[in-house]
Nanobody, 124 residues
Framework: QVQLVESGGGLVQAGGSLRLSCAAS????????MGWFRQAPGKEREFVAA????????DYADSVKGRITISRDNAKNTVYLQMNSLKPEDTAVYYC?????????????????WGQGTQVTVSS
């Protein structure tokens, strides 16, 4: 098993930046592909970004491409989500997720482990 704890959320003005972190413990972090998802009030959870075990391969939702970057530091057991040029529509609870596989996946149900989430609020 792996435990995931997100941090770095908060309130930011439109156009601002935030960096989310997800710290993993309990198993070999480098064995897991990682993803970030988000859920806005009244909406279903949606894919944001994903990264392979090595960090070489990444994938992004069209709505965040060019503004958000996923990265990981396997030595620190942490995956990051750097969010720039934030928009009010980015307001959501952000979750990180882990899947014990080589492959990047954008599908929520493919992930085995989830964090509790961190709130991001972007004011206009």
């Amino acid at each position: 098993q792996v435990q995931l704890v997100e941090s770095g959320g908060g309130l930011v003005q439109a156009g601002g930046s935030l960096r989310l972190s997800c710290a993993a413990s309990g198993h070999t972090f480098s064995s897991y592909a990682m993803g970030w998802f988000r859920q806005a009030p009244g909406k279903e959870r949606e894919f944001v970004a994903a990264i392979s075990r090595s960090g070489v391969n990444t994938d992004y939702a069209d709505s965040v491409k060019g503004r958000i970057t996923i990265s990981r530091d396997n030595a620190k057991n942490t995956v990051y989500l750097q969010m720039n040029s934030l928009k009010p529509e980015d307001t959501a609870v952000y979750y990180c997720a882990a899947r014990p596989t080589v492959f990047v996946t954008t599908t929520e149900h493919d992930y085995n482990y989830w964090g509790q989430g961190t709130q991001v609020t972007v004011s206009s």
